[in-house]
């Protein structure tokens, strides 16, 4: 699974793109700072989902302009791109903020149920590393002895704001997902138009 592909293929479901408006708004979107994902990667990505029959080159011709290749998503494609989002948001493994990030492209590409299970997931999981991480500076301490840097304790500390703060957000958005309020923005089962 790869971020530059899930990128790509939500870009051109939206509407066919030539690789520079992708660049461009993968640029303007900040995502080389967020994901570290490069204009390098996203032509790769461009080259090797074209070539694994994802998405659909055309070559246009607009007035004097050179000619530019338009790339289009093919039903293969959207069913690749399901398969990513849903592979990031179901990975209980994935503790990183790449699962935050492949909820930006969860839009018709998950079911309710399947949504909210993921999210329920990244609950208990954050629940579980909450519950089973090394308290206070015992883990530090046999690294460091008694001489454990002050910024350690900085460090934890933030750690542990940032677990309580995701573990807020995770729960708000299971009531959002359960409230019923956003039922356009799920995957219709046997749905291939979307």
Known sequence: MSKAHMVVLSFLKAKPMY???IGQ???QLGLPRWTGI???AIYKAMQTLEKQQHIRGEEMREGNSPPRM???LNSKGKEYLRKTVQGYLTDIQLMDRDWWFALLF???NIGKDELLEAVNNRI???KEFQNNKPHGKACPKA???DNLPFVHNHLMSLGTRFVRAELLSLSELAKDIESGEHSEYFMIK???SL
Do not use: N, R, S
Request: aromatic share 12%; proline share 4%.
């Open 106 to 108: 969860a839009q018709h």
């Open 19 to 21: 690789g520079y408006q």
């Open 70 to 72: 338009v790339y289009h």
């Open 38 to 40: 490069t204009l390098p």
């Open 190 to 192: 046997g749905d291939a």
């Open 143 to 145: 690294i460091f002895g």
């Open 124 to 126: 208990k999981q954050m």
């Open 25 to 27: 708004m993968v640029e």
